[in-house]
């Protein structure tokens, strides 16, 4: 069945939603706001009908050729059909809705930082590897197969290693015992490491790692299971970044001071790091800023993965406490605090059970920071205002699950001043976000 709508909005997740002339809801992807569509219905789902694009029959004055030909086939980026004017102003209106439908009590959502870069900024993807040793994706819910010999948001360093890869068959071998990978480039010297992802129980052959080992673009092979990291080739170097960020040190804002010098940060294959080095330089400065004064101040920062935000707070005249899960993050994380000369320690545990750990100990902090993973921390993040911050700083990339975690937090004794939309993946509907609460 066939339908004529006009696109209300897009939501989370991309798609534009849309009422049929009898008032069900039809959501359809690679659509934009106020576009006319005609629309085909395929699906119908408790309560609203999934539709296709027929026909695009008046559309937005933002929509723009995606460039990329497989667009619409792999599973990745959903939002090329748009200009990137249209996205950053998409992505405002996700948060703002997702926060407003909540009944979080903000004033306003700011303007959405733009990406540096819009295109080639991955410095980090992850890729299925055929029977044959092809690299591709799997289109978007199913696990139909698509090759690929150049992603436009990655880099050229990354897809120069996927054409290698592809050309040279040596991952039909791995590709029984791994079935898929990850290429990473390291943003301060363009050094490329393959991480291979698998089952430990499944050894790697030997022979066909060697051969990955030897070719010309690939610096460093690592094997990531369950059971965490291993470096298969331990006298590469890691990945580096190097960090310039000015912060407010002055609560009055009265000027910018600069930190000592330089940040750099190293980290290994098996840690967590942003794909976008360069929004994640401009993601630090703003966390700087939004952080203040910290010179005699304590900072907790939960799943600080390798000190992304620990080492630069650090520098910005804090003592930090660093409390990860990950064993090979706090690993880098303790290198890179004694690089960067700052007062810090780390932990591995688990978060949750942590924050009881440390309200049962009375532990106090002036500032928490918190990036958790999708899922948000759910009800233990009450537990933050037992630990008396004067700020929370919450870096989040799922909007839903921040607005159940803001409300959670505001009714404690503590008031948004700040909600920041991040673009951290320019060309797809993923979208960063950092909210400031300060203590009333």
């Known amino acids: 069945m066939k339908h004529t709508i006009t696109i209300e909005k897009v939501i989370p997740g991309g798609k534009g939603l849309a009422r049929t002339a009898d008032g069900q809801v039809i959501m359809t992807p690679f659509t934009l706001s106020n576009e006319k569509i005609l629309i085909r219905e395929h699906k119908k789902k408790s309560g609203y009908l999934e539709g296709s694009i027929d026909r695009v ?12 030909p497989l667009y619409g086939k792999c599973g990745g980026c959903n939002l090329q059909h748009g200009s990137y004017t249209e996205q950053l102003k998409i992505k405002k209106e996700i948060v703002a809705e997702s926060l407003q439908r909540a009944k979080v009590p903000i004033e306003e959502v ?65 590709a029984k015992v791994c079935p898929e990978l990850e290429v990473l480039e390291s943003p301060a010297d363009g050094k490329i490491t393959l991480v291979l992802r698998g089952n430990k129980e499944n050894p790697l052959p030997t022979s066909a790692l060697q051969e990955v080992g030897q070719l010309p673009h690939i610096n460093q092979v690592g094997w990531l299971t369950r059971n965490g990291f291993q470096s298969l080739f331990p006298q590469a170097p890691p990945l580096t970044q190097h960090i310039q960020c000015n912060a407010h040190l002055s609560p009055s804002g009265e000027g910018q001071q600069s930190m000592k010098e330089d940040c750099i940060l190293s980290w290994s294959g098996g840690c967590f790091s942003q794909v976008n080095p360069g929004q994640n330089e401009q993601l630090i400065r703003l966390i700087c800023e939004a952080a203040g004064d910290l010179h005699g101040k304590t900072i907790l920062d939960l799943y600080c993965g390798m000190g992304n935000f620990s080492v630069p707070l650090g520098r910005c005249g804090g003592t930090v406490t660093g409390i990860e899960g990950n064993q090979e993050s706090i690993h880098w994380a303790e290198k890179n605090a004694r690089q960067a000369e700052i007062k810090a320690r780390f932990f591995v545990a688990d978060v949750r059970s942590a924050l009881e750990q440390l309200v049962e100990q009375g532990e106090q902090a002036d500032l928490i920071l918190l990036d958790p993973p999708r899922s948000g921390v759910g009800k233990n993040i009450t537990l933050l205002p037992q630990l008396e911050p004067e700020k929370i700083i919450y870096v989040s990339c799922d909007p839903a699950t921040l607005a ?18 991040v673009d951290m993946f320019p060309q797809t509907s993923h979208i960063e976000t950092v909210v400031l609460l300060e203590r009333l």
């Open 57 to 68: 029959l008046l559309p937005s004055p933002a929509r723009i050729e995606p460039p990329c």
């Open 110 to 174: 700011e303007e959405a930082v733009a990406s540096p870069a819009q295109w080639g900024y991955r410095y980090r993807l992850r890729l299925k590897i055929s029977p044959a040793g092809q690299l591709g994706f799997f289109k978007k819910r199913s696990n139909t197969f698509i090759p690929v010999t150049n992603c436009p948001v990655a880099t050229e360093g990354i897809c120069s290693a996927v054409v290698e890869l592809n050309r040279s068959g040596v991952l039909r071998p791995l």
């Open 404 to 421: 159940r975690d803001l409300n959670l937090l505001c009714p404690a004794g503590y008031q948004i001043s700040r909600v920041i939309p």
